[in-house]
């Protein structure tokens, strides 16, 4: 099933090498039509079309070597499976990002800074002055532990899993993507409970101490007191964030094994869920942050 290298690149004039190529772009174009950083609005059109060009072509022969390239077609189903396999990587990843936009919303209208808009970078729109940060953080530093490169190296690796051409369960696949949807609340509220939880007490107080001590006029001072309570809290939370941040390689592996045993359906069979073999991208996910953080 290999294809004549030239130039250490398959011959593109070989028979099914040409189809190869355009569904292993549709996947690799599924991943950066959502994934992090490489869907970001700031990166200009050109660029991202010169990526996935570039991207197909140095990953054809890791897909020719698991694909019969005589049953391979370019046809709706094929189409759709394989832009659905990109988007599924892809997806995963913005899980992480959305999850920290979403405790920083949180944190934002607990604090009562609602009305503190900020230019977001990344989408080019107004947002919540902390969704902002925390979406940039996490962003940050998921480019800091080589993300970028761990998306693609699990797209490499899915052709040994998921062969290209090879019908999936969109269905069974998607149905546990949108289960570890789930996620972007748990973690947004995890992320953010250290600062709920001080100004609910703060509230608590001054309610109480409002109600027995009325000439006090402490409701005056509620805002600017729950302000900077909240913003002392969140100081303080910030390097528990960033280390949970930074372990983004556990969940990340975690969903696409769901999609995969999903996916998998409809060519595994005989397979069951519980010995179904994982993906190896995402068994190995979490020795692969570390030492993509020595780079």
Do not use: C
């Amino acid at each position: 099933m290999g294809a004549d290298l030239i130039f250490g690149l398959p011959d593109f004039s070989a028979p099914g090498v040409a189809t190869a190529l355009v569904l292993t772009a549709l996947r690799i174009g599924g991943l950066l039509l959502i994934a992090p950083a490489w869907s970001a609005k700031s990166v200009p059109m050109k660029l991202r079309t010169a990526m996935l060009v570039l991207f197909a072509v140095l990953l054809l022969p890791t897909a020719l070597a698991t694909t019969d390239r005589a049953t391979l077609a370019i046809t709706p189903a094929t189409f759709l499976a394989e832009t659905a396999i990109g988007f599924a990587f892809g997806f995963a990843a913005a899980l992480v990002i959305a999850g920290a936009e979403f405790a920083g919303e949180l944190m934002t209208t607990t604090i009562g800074l609602s009305g503190a808009a900020i230019f977001d970078p990344v989408n080019n729109t107004q947002g919540a002055i902390f969704g902002s940060f925390m979406q940039l953080m996490a962003l940050t530093l998921l480019l800091i532990t080589g993300g970028h490169i761990v998306m693609i190296e699990a797209i490499a690796k899915s052709f040994s899993v998921l062969p290209l051409g090879a019908p999936i369960d969109m269905q069974a696949g998607f149905l546990a993507l949108t289960k570890a949807g789930g996620t972007i609340f748990a973690t947004g509220l995890q992320f953010a409970a250290p600062v709920i939880a001080a100004i609910l007490v703060t509230n608590i107080a001054l309610a109480i101490l409002g109600r027995a001590a009325p000439q006090l006029q402490i409701m005056s001072l509620a805002f600017p007191l729950q302000i900077g309570i909240g913003l002392l809290t969140f100081a303080g939370s910030v390097g528990l964030i960033v280390h949970a941040l930074g372990e983004w390689t556990t969940p990340y592996g975690k969903t696409i094994d769901a999609f995969v045993r999903g996916a998998r359906v409809a060519t595994v069979q005989t397979t069951s869920v519980q010995t179904a073999p994982r993906l190896p991208a995402m068994s190995q996910g979490a020795a692969v942050a570390p030492s993509a953080e020595g780079r």
